[in-house]
């Protein structure tokens, strides 16, 4: 009997399951099998049918007869409703793209090819949410997969809009907003929060776009994972390979950014975490204001400045931890909306004070169309005291270090933090090949400052395995995670 009754309840138990089964609707494809821009088997088509029933359909774009194969809109196309996966299915069988061209309806008047939401201003790096080439907009779950989307204002749009994501895809010559963006903008220039979360961004090439990706006005908790963000001579306005603007908790990991004039920039975005990205021939690899910034495990060489930090109306706090940074202080200057056209600026690994367009002593593009009022802009301190902007994380003073001694297979490392430093900060030893390198080419090690220890420390470490460092460095991260410079090199003592 009590084998019966447990046969029935199992029975009843998967009656839900079964009932969920039969009403889970049937995936129907729809496919592209014409470049064409109207009627059955268009992408126009696909996108409009799929919209009346989101979630019933799968967009497989692919065209007949031998590629290269480009779909040219003739005028915007809709908006995509999720959730929809929309793939070209070509590059899933050869690796080759199926390309959606801007060029069909968005004419090339140069810098000002791509207008602004506000009337005058144009080009990369100022609002915009206008021509896409698709665009998922107050929707979730769509999918793009598998094209080469090319010569629109911005790539591809996400625009109040979670859990999207665009993959495996390329991206080429975005005149005005981003390659991607992903923006909770209200309407109004406004940040939502909740609204932009949970996108995916990964495994994309970004090429000569004017920004590659934007996370701006609300877009928080997003993935931008193992991409590559490269601008070239052909690129007209070489702005961010990302720039985070009032976006926060997103997880940049694993990119590469090269000839940019900042490879990241982050403006008032706070807790966002840039891991294990690799940064090279940017006037500034990477800009930073916010709080709670973490900079992890990065390698940053080959740029004019590697980590500038950057003084703002509120502190600004960046962490910057355990990354390889070295060979930098190069003659890049770019400088459009960010970098820096400077001869003169100060240069680099981690540099304090480096100006933004919002401050006096910038030099380089605002922005096209951007009216500039010198009477506004910002001071630096001290320039202009008392109505100036002090230094970011604090000013904090890098640690002194008074010997490095090598016994076998240790190096041990003694000095001081300065009177600036609150005790329990963390110590970072880093070494290099040459004695008077400036920077750190390879973390060795770290420490806390205790309290009982009078602001001095020591740091014993396995000297690495080949070249032993002939030259150290290192840097002082308070309790609250705000980093210093790096401190004077020294060489080893006898």
Known sequence: MHAVRAAIAAAFALL?????AQSAPQIEVLRVTKIADNGEGSLRWAIERNNTAPGRFRIEIDPEGAGPHVIKPSSPLPAIKGPVRIEGTPWRRTGAFVAIDGAGFIEDKGQRTCAGASPGQYGANVRTTTNPGLAAVDTQGVEIRGLEIRNFCIGVLIHRASGNTVEDTRIVASRGGAGVMLTGDDGNGGSTATTTMHNKVQRNEFVDNGDGLELTRGAAFNLVANNIFRSTDANPEPSQGIEILL???NTIVGNRFEGYSDGIQVNGGNRNYIGGNVFTDNALALSMTGEGNVVHGNTITGNAVGVALRPAARMGITRITHNVIHSNGKDVL????????????????????????????????????VPVDPSKLTRICPDGEPECQGPPNHGIAPPVIEKVVRDGTKLTATGRVQTSVPLGATVELFGNRNTGDTEGEVFLGETRVSANSQSTFTITVDAPIGSVP??????????????????????LSD
């Open 470 to 491: 002939t030259g150290f460095t290192a840097t002082v991260t308070t309790t609250d995670g705000a980093t210093s410079e790096f401190s004077r090199p020294i060489g």
């Open 334 to 369: 770019r400088c459009w909306s960010g970098g820096s056209c400077d001869p003169k600026l100060r240069r680099g690994g981690i540099i304090f004070g480096i100006p933004a367009q919002e401050h006096a002593a910038y030099v380089g593009e605002r922005g096209g169309g």
């Open 247 to 249: 976006g926060h908790d």
């Open 16 to 20: 839900p399951l079964a009932a969920a």
